[in-house]
């Protein structure tokens, strides 16, 4: 436990101190916008290439945690579908919080991988991320689609996060070489990625929501939190998974809701201040539930 501590703490730390700073207002809007394009265009598509071209891949336990990844992500939408009678009445609610069952952040994946194994954590966790991101950004486009268009091939092919991804494995998978200046520069990048990363996820959260809502936001939570996660380690384990790959598939089904699901419904004219609430809500318990889920990997 004191392992975990060790691990989650500066993660937590660096999330409320960002809530914190955006709260006394010391850095203004356009500060943070600027932060986080920093962080998800240059600082972390660097972190990814660098982390995965300078390693080789283990395709077999890797592949494997990929059709998990896939399982557990099609058990989070399941889950999330699973509401959709109770919103009925408000398809528009149903469409902006769906993806909320399944969406994950990757700043604290990377950190908390980091954490645990290091840089071979952080190329587990990238390798699984970058096959299931684009699972992901579909479902959640076509949940919003009734309600705006996104060029949904063109947002894919223009990920940073994706194509850092790919890009690394094909140069690893190549076996060229990566001169010790071009890493060193990608890994000095990369160093200011997972706390600027933190920082602007602690002020990107948000807790208001109305109370008629408070039921539903409560579901999402709990699937996310607790039932994605548990459908992950079941499947790792039936899989075979272990040391990085099988930690890096359950923390990654046991995240909280990344903030960019409500930028893509304010984008797409969803209901932003619902998925928001559940995005800052979900992140403030995960504090609490992914010590948890180390725990039951021996943590």
Same mark, same amino acid.
């Given at each position: 436990?004191?392992? !975990? ?27 943070? %916008? ?8 240059? +600082? ?53 919080? $769906? ?42 486009? /076509?949940?919003?689609? %009734? ?10 092919? %223009? ?5 850092? !991804?790919?890009?690394?494995?094909? /140069? ?25 990363? +933190?920082?602007? !996820? ?75 609430? !559940? ?13 948890? /889920? +180390?725990?039951?990997?021996? $943590?």
């Amino acid at each position: 436990m004191s392992e !975990t501590v060790v691990v989650l703490f500066p993660i937590v730390a660096l999330i409320a101190l960002g809530h914190l700073l955006k709260r006394m207002g010391m850095l203004g809007p356009e500060v943070w %916008r600027g932060i986080e394009a920093l962080v998800y265009y240059v +600082l972390f598509p660097a972190l990814l290439f660098g982390t995965l071209a300078s390693r080789p891949i283990d395709l077999g336990a890797g592949g494997t945690m990929i059709l998990v990844g896939f399982g557990f992500m099609i058990g989070g939408m399941l889950l999330g579908l699973a509401a959709r009678p109770l919103l009925a009445p408000s398809p528009k609610a149903f469409a902006s919080i $769906f993806q909320c069952s399944f969406r994950f952040n990757t700043y604290i994946g990377i950190a908390l991988l980091g954490g645990v194994f290091g840089a071979d954590g952080i190329a587990a966790f990238a390798l699984l991320a970058g096959f299931v991101i684009p699972l992901a950004n579909v479902a959640s486009v /076509w949940a919003l689609a %009734r309600h705006g268009r996104q060029p949904i091939l063109r947002e894919l092919l %223009r990920n940073p996060f994706i194509l850092a !991804t790919f890009t690394g494995l094909g /140069w690893s998978a190549l076996g060229l070489p990566l001169p010790d200046l071009a890493l060193a520069t990608l890994l000095f990048l990369g160093e200011p990625a997972l706390p600027l990363g +933190l920082l602007a !996820t602690g002020a990107g959260l948000s807790f208001l929501m109305e109370p008629r809502q408070k039921a539903l936001v409560g579901y999402f939570i709990a699937a996310k939190l607790l039932g994605v996660p548990a459908i992950a380690l079941g499947l790792a384990l039936l899989a075979g998974l272990q040391g990085e790959y099988l930690v890096a598939a359950v923390m990654l089904a046991a995240l909280p809701p990344a903030s960019s699901a409500y930028i893509l419904t304010t984008r797409m004219g969803g209901d932003g201040p619902l998925v928001a609430a !559940t995005v800052g809500t979900a992140t403030l318990i995960s504090a609490l539930t992914l010590p948890l /889920w +180390l725990a039951a990997l021996g $943590f």
